[in-house]
Nanobody, 115 residues
Framework: QVQLVESGGGLVQAGGSLRLSCAAS????????LAWYRQAPGKQRELVAA???????NYAGSVKGRFTISRDNAKNTVYLQMNSLKPEDTAVYYC?????????WGQGTQVTVSS
């Protein structure tokens, strides 16, 4: 079992920044990667960024150069630094991992970017 708890969402103006955090607990030794997804109203959930235990990162094209994913293994926490935010970044952001073929999700944190 893995538990994921996100924090750090909020309301920000276009061009601003936010940092999301996701704290993992439980069977964290089995976690190979952690990812951030987002889901806007009426749209499918999409991958935003992912990072492996070795530090390899992957980004959606729409956020590349603006968002940075990082992890603190000592704190079992993954971060998403979001800069130059746009109104189209507005969504609920979810932390995700897969352990032994089981998908784990956090509760989500709302990010709203005003124009």
């Amino acid at each position: 079992q893995v538990q994921l708890v996100e924090s750090g969402g909020g309301l920000v103006q276009a061009g601003g920044s936010l940092r999301l955090s996701c704290a993992a607990s439980g069977s964290i030794g089995s976690i190979k990667y952690l990812a951030w997804y987002r889901q806007a109203p009426g749209k499918q959930r999409e991958l935003v960024a992912a990072i492996t235990s070795g530090g390899t990162t992957n980004y959606a094209g729409s956020v590349k150069g603006r968002f940075t994913i990082s992890r603190d293994n000592a704190k079992n926490t993954v971060y998403l630094q979001m800069n130059s935010l746009k109104p189209e970044d507005t969504a609920v952001y979810y932390c995700n991992t897969v352990v032994l073929s089981t998908n784990y999700w956090g509760q989500g944190t709302q990010v709203t970017v005003s124009s």
